[in-house]
């Protein structure tokens, strides 16, 4: 027999005892005599018996089980997030299933039919960049299930969501460059149908504009990963004049056009100046190091998994916001004095 098959039924049959007496006997039932429970016990240590938990589940109402959907777990961000997420969620007992988008509609989409199957009380979620029809989230409220979207979020969904400050984040980053004699910036943008990217371009375009400086269009530039970097960014270094500075919406984008204008023979921040947006591992190990805006994903994870957790435990309260205020880290690709 398999040990991940074993049910209740099965040690009921070996013990020849019924399986109400079995369930009662793990549950330390006191009419149960310990003789039964102790051999009840013993065999489901020696068989490795777990309860079923869509048994348990349908039971109880409730799987004490939450989905987390994130667009990719090899970001650094994600990564920071899926670990403040995890300390709530273990800390107040209940299990996570953690799902991948990679970025896709279609994934997307799978992830949240296959959450919903295994009756999770409740779904965290950060929008993949591919998705524009969010009928599968509006399907989760419909279902009555708790959401909670974090960083990427679908702006028309009525539900909980915590992000971080975008704009001011971006703002203070542009300021920054700005303040160090930086006036010719380029803006590296993401896709414009997320709301992350449209409010870190109102975050430059507000501190361009305290500047009285007005960025042509040619000037905001959809790429946000490293292949279009590569294939990008050495056309925007040979324009007359040179650019000064960039600001990149992410930090991969941001480490690898840093190498590419260092691969042009270009002084790092002399010539041109570089910030990121997430303060990653690999804002520490460029050279220079990366100046970028901490989205500070710790703290986010923790906040959405409260959320969802206090919303599933019925604790009443309108839908909120939570905007976690962020932090530039400057580093020596944006200032001599951090070199």
Known sequence: MGKESITIKDIARELGISPST?????????????????????????WNYRPNPIALSLKSGSSKTIGVMIPEVVHYFFSTVISGIEDVVYERDYNMILCQ?????????????????????????????????????????????????FDRVAEEIETDKVVIDDEEGAYKAVIHLLRSGKKRILHLSGPPHLAIARNRLSGYLRAMKEYRLVPSPDDIIKCDNIEEAERIVPALLKRKPLPEAFFVVNDLTAA?????????????????????????????????????????GYEMGQQAARLLLDRIENIKKPFQTKVITSELVVRGSSSLTQK
């Open 22 to 46: 079995v369930s009662r006997a793990l549950k330390d039932h006191p009419d149960i005599s310990k003789a039964t429970r102790d051999a009840v016990n013993e065999l489901a240590r020696r």
């Open 101 to 149: 988008s990679n970025e896709m509609w279609e994934h997307e989409v799978k992830n949240i039919r296959t959450l919903l199957s295994s009756r999770v009380d409740g779904i965290l979620a950060s929008v993949a960049k591919g998705t524009t029809n969010f009928d599968h989230y509006r399907n989760i409220i419909e279902k009555d299930i708790a959401l909670v979207f």
């Open 256 to 296: 690898q056009t840093l190498m590419i204008a260092k691969r042009s023979a270009l002084r790092i921040p002399e010539d041109i100046a570089v910030v990121g947006f997430t303060n990653s591992q690999i804002a520490r190990l460029t050279e220079p190091g990366l100046s970028s805006v901490d989205q500070k």
